[in-house]
């Protein structure tokens, strides 16, 4: 299985989707504010623009976007020139039905669905933080659509519509897909040179390493272990590894095991003494002090933590 298959499915990426169908004319403008979200937007009439820390990209009918990684975005109309943004966030905390129908209005020229997606922050984040504001990226042909993404308008669009069993868990599961397309997408049009450490899923070696480190996080990899599976001296791997990850193989793994344990302790599912062994710790104590530095506190202070916001 490739590394971006496995870390998706490790993650369990998207969860508790919400969706909003909204129609505006005229001059319109509104805010969304979240860190902990990645939101989807599907154009079915008109065209408009969405701001993103003071750059903006119009987007047209037909399109669909994905919006990774962002504390607050403005989607506001072409001609837009008043200075008073509505804050939406608001508006659908205090609508209580999903899908949110609102500001419908029969002279509307702009109709779009706002799909909301909640995420596993620690296993998602270092990849959504490599990526753009906006994918798919803006290319000279407007649209720059692929075809799953045309589908996916198509089946999101028609789901919207009609009240049927399993609404919710089709529109995520065509969400899910419309993410993978725009993941891949970027990460294959990523130049040689670029500063990214995506470029490692590109590459035959370090991929292959992500792939193995992924699969056996438990494993006592050493350096010289690792080379040796992906058929490279430990001096040249070591090298390679840093230059495009930014940080040495195992270190790498370090996080990523934390990051696995973490997930496990908000799942409540395990003792800490499994989750320990788990991630490839043969000490709890050696466990808990690596995941104080990480994370500022004890595992299981974490998991109380955990269990008192679920609580409130």
Same mark, same amino acid.
């Given at each position: ?6 870390? +998706? ?12 169908? =909204? ?5 319109? /403008?509104?805010? *969304? ?29 037909? @399109? ?7 504390? &607050? ?8 020139? !008043?200075?008073?943004?509505?804050? +939406?966030? &608001?508006? =659908?905390?205090? @609508?209580? &039905?999903?899908? #949110?129908?609102? =500001?419908?209005?029969?002279? !509307?020229?702009?109709?779009?669905? %706002? ?14 933080? /490599?990526?753009?504001?906006? $994918? ?28 049927? +069993?399993?609404? +919710? ?10 993410? %993978?397309?725009? *993941? ?14 995506? $470029? ?10 992500? #792939? ?37 193989? =195992? ?8 990051? $696995? #344990? #973490? ?14 062994? *788990? ?21 299981? /202070? ?5 269990? /008192?916001?679920?609580?409130?």
């Amino acid at each position: 299985m490739d590394v971006l298959s496995r870390l +998706l499915q490790q993650s369990q990426h998207l969860k508790e989707t919400k969706y909003y169908c =909204l129609s505006f004319s005229g001059d319109w /403008a509104f805010s *969304l504010t979240s860190s902990d979200n990645i939101y989807f937007y599907l154009i079915q009439a008109g065209s408009f623009y969405i701001t993103i820390n003071g750059v903006s990209r119009q987007v047209y009918t037909g @399109d669909i976007v994905m919006i990774p990684n962002s504390n &607050k975005h403005i989607c506001h109309a072409p001609n837009y020139h !008043s200075q008073h943004v509505q804050e +939406l966030d &608001k508006t =659908l905390l205090e @609508d209580d &039905k999903c899908p #949110a129908d609102l =500001l419908k209005d029969s002279n !509307s020229n702009t109709q779009f669905i %706002v799909i909301e997606c909640q995420y596993d922050k620690d296993l998602l984040r270092p990849l959504l933080s /490599a990526l753009p504001a906006i $994918l798919p990226e803006h290319d000279e042909n407007h649209g720059s659509q692929f075809k799953a993404l045309g589908w996916a308008l198509g089946f999101l669009t028609i789901e919207s519509q009609y009240e049927r +069993l399993g609404k +919710l868990a089709m529109i995520n599961f065509w969400a899910s897909i419309v993410m %993978v397309e725009c *993941l891949r997408t970027y990460i294959e049009r990523l130049p040689e040179k670029a500063e990214n450490w995506l $470029l490692a899923m590109r590459d035959p070696y370090l991929s292959k390493t992500l #792939a193995i480190l992924h699969d056996s996080p438990d494993h006592k990899w050493t350096t010289h272990e690792l080379a040796e599976k992906v058929g490279m001296s430990r001096s040249s791997f070591t090298q390679r590894f840093k230059n495009i990850m930014g940080v040495p193989p =195992l270190t790498y793994l370090t996080t990523y095991r934390l990051c $696995l #344990a #973490a997930r496990q302790l908000r799942l409540q599912h395990n003792s800490i003494g499994q989750i320990s062994e *788990l991630v490839g710790y043969t000490s709890n104590s050696t466990f808990s002090q690596a995941f104080k530095r990480v994370y500022g506190m004890s595992p299981k /202070a974490y998991r109380e933590r955990q269990q /008192a916001a679920i609580s409130n």
